[in-house]
């Protein structure tokens, strides 16, 4: 419906609702007139409607999918999420397989030592893609004291915690040289993993973890000696370059990536600790299967009648060496978590640089403490606490990530200042 005024002695009111109809409606008389030209139209509701009808789609076109999606993506990243802090279950449940059936990795413990090296590198990609190479610069630049207590708590707590162990619990000479070798070898990549689970200080647990290792070259020797009385020769630039390799390249590489592709690695991260998690499982089940023949040689079980209670089996179990490998592995890492978040307390580093540090001081490098023990000694019971530890450290130090993943970190909006 549109209103004009027109131009006649008497000033009226006409009403076109369409084409085919006017009205007249009297007003008042004048005596100005009105130019034909001027014209106001009012347009109606339903007009006003029906253009608001056409503008409207096309803002709405491009907001379903920020709102339609969102929910769908939280759930895929919470359900992601909750998969991978399962890592306590998937190593325990894989660690019972290897026990029971070796065969099941054998396929890719035939494949070792490239696939070790693989996986262990897969691991390291995907823990880059999560960083950005400046925070790794920023981090040697702005925080070398936390790097620095890092590597002094990983070379010196394990070791004397070693010590100590093997002498309190009167191990014989092949299982204390293990247990001392172990407690010597840098932190491993599954500490990455289980930080990036406890919501600890991912950064600051990979390059502790490359300077362990780099470390590794010089002190895992020189401890060795100094605390078993056994040289254990390393070939320094063997390692140098495995660790390049395995452990520096593909951090450099994962944190390339994120800045050539950024979407693609943004859709690629939430999967990432899955993968991880999973491969860290297979990795630390296969080391175990290779070494299960070992393992039940040297459990020897005095025969029990059917009606003896549990506690007279645990009390006969860890009488024997395998139970006194299984007790001595447990009180390495347990006492190695402890230690390493009170030490980091007490230098006044915030929580998430304690979760880190505890995490890298207690996990150790198994795979290759299981080398070193196969390729530089004699005796075959040496490699027995580091293949025990590679199942039953990831087991401690994944349910302790678990743990502190239920528990967020109070300074969590502060712990960058660090």
């Known amino acids: 419906m549109s209103l004009t005024f027109c131009h006649s002695p008497h000033l009226t009111l006409q009403t076109h609702k369409n084409h085919h109809s006017r009205t007249q409606i009297p007003l008042f008389r004048s005596n100005f007139t009105l130019k034909p030209t001027l014209k106001l139209i009012f347009q109606t509701p339903q007009k006003q409607l029906s253009r608001s009808r056409i503008s409207i789609p096309r803002s709405t076109q491009q907001e379903p999918p920020s709102v339609t999606l969102t929910p769908a993506n939280t759930k895929w990243k919470s359900l992601l999420s909750t998969l991978a802090s399962l890592y306590p279950v998937y190593v325990t449940v894989g660690g019972v397989v290897a026990c029971l059936k070796p065969s099941t990795f054998s396929w890719f413990v035939e494949k070792a030592p490239g696939s070790y090296s693989f996986s262990l590198g897969f691991i390291m990609l995907a823990m880059g893609i999560t960083l950005e190479f400046k925070d790794l610069v920023n981090l040697f630049m702005q925080r070398p004291l936390s790097i620095l207590f890092g590597c002094a708590a990983q070379y010196t707590i394990m070791p004397a915690l070693g010590f100590a162990i093997s002498k309190m619990l009167g191990l014989s000479q092949?299982?204390?040289?293990?247990?001392?070798?172990?407690?010597?070898?840098?932190?491993?990549?599954?500490?990455?993993?289980?930080?990036?689970?406890?919501?600890?200080?991912?950064?600051?647990?990979?390059?502790?973890?490359?300077?362990?290792?780099?470390?590794?070259?010089?002190?895992?020797?020189?401890?060795?000696?100094?605390?078993?009385?056994?040289?254990?020769?390393?070939?320094?630039?063997?390692?140098?370059?495995?660790?390049?390799?395995?452990?520096?390249?593909?951090?450099?590489?994962?944190?390339?990536?994120?800045?050539?592709?950024?979407?693609?690695?943004?859709?690629?991260?939430?999967?990432?600790?899955?993968?991880?998690?999973?491969?860290?499982?297979?990795?630390?089940?296969?080391?175990?299967?290779?070494?299960?023949?070992?393992?039940?040689?040297?459990?020897?079980?005095?025969?029990?009648?059917?009606?003896?209670?549990?506690?007279?089996?645990?009390?006969?179990?860890?009488?024997?060496?395998?139970?006194?490998?299984?007790?001595?592995?447990?009180?390495?890492?347990?006492?190695?978590?402890f230690v390493g978040y009170i030490a980091a307390t007490l230098a006044g580093f915030k929580e998430r640089q304690r979760r880190a540090i505890s995490i890298e001081v207690g996990m150790q490098n198994s795979s290759l403490g299981v080398v070193l023990a196969a390729s530089h000694f004699s005796s075959a019971m040496v490699a027995l606490p580091p293949a025990v530890s590679a199942v039953i450290m990831n087991i401690m130090g994944s349910s302790l990530g678990f743990f502190w993943r239920c528990v967020h970190p109070c300074d969590s909006k502060d712990s960058s200042k660090d």
Do not use: W
């Open 174 to 337: 092949s299982l204390s040289v293990g247990i001392i070798l172990l407690s010597c070898c840098p932190g491993g990549t599954a500490s990455n993993v289980v930080t990036l689970i406890a919501q600890g200080d991912v950064p600051l647990s990979i390059v502790v973890t490359v300077c362990s290792t780099l470390g590794a070259v010089l002190l895992t020797p020189l401890l060795t000696m100094v605390l078993a009385g056994t040289y254990v020769h390393v070939d320094a630039i063997k390692l140098s370059v495995s660790t390049l390799q395995v452990v520096v390249a593909p951090v450099l590489v994962g944190s390339y990536l994120q800045r050539i592709f950024p979407r693609a690695v943004k859709a690629a991260l939430p999967f990432a600790p899955l993968l991880t998690v999973l491969t860290a499982s297979l990795l630390a089940c296969s080391v175990l299967s290779e070494n299960v023949g070992l393992l039940k040689s040297s459990l020897v079980l005095p025969s029990l009648s059917s009606d003896v209670s549990p506690l007279v089996y645990a009390q006969a179990f860890f009488s024997s060496e395998m139970g006194m490998v299984v007790l001595s592995v447990l009180l390495l890492h347990f006492a190695g978590f």
